[in-house]
Nanobody, 118 residues
Framework: QVQLQESGPGLVKSSQTLALTCSVS?????????WSWVRQPPGKGLEWIGY???????WYSPSLRSRASIDRDTSRNQFTLQLNSVTLEDTAVYYC???????????WGKGTLVTVSS
């Protein structure tokens, strides 16, 4: 059974860097999937941040490309998100998810709330 679990600080100050980790169990991140980050601000819909493939690289939402970075740690079977220069608008529940071309976003973590304070 594949499971994803987000972890990281729940509170980040404005202008600082948000850093989250997604720990994957039951599958290797070196398989042919795109390991994704998605967020949902309070009262709004889901927003795709980006995803990475272990051998092909990473892709980002145009609106976040300048501030986001997704990386991997294959020895720990984890992938990470860094979002620089956060503002109050980056307050959201952040999810990691697995995306397969044939299946879409088929497995999600439970999500973690990150609040940006002024």
């Amino acid at each position: 059974q594949v499971q994803l679990q987000e972890s990281g600080p729940g509170l980040v100050k404005s202008s600082q860097t948000l850093a989250l980790t997604c720990s994957v169990s039951g599958a290797s991140i070196t398989t042919n999937y795109y390991w994704s980050w998605v967020r949902q601000p309070p009262g709004k819909g889901l927003e795709w941040i980006g995803y990475m493939h272990y051998s092909a690289g990473a892709w980002y939402s145009p609106s976040l490309r300048s501030r986001a970075s997704i990386d991997r740690d294959t020895s720990r079977n984890q992938f990470t998100l860094q979002l620089n220069s956060v503002t109050l608008e980056d307050t959201a529940v952040y999810y990691c998810a697995r995306f397969g071309v044939a299946y879409g976003m088929d497995i999600w973590g439970k999500g973690t709330l990150v609040t940006v304070s002024s």
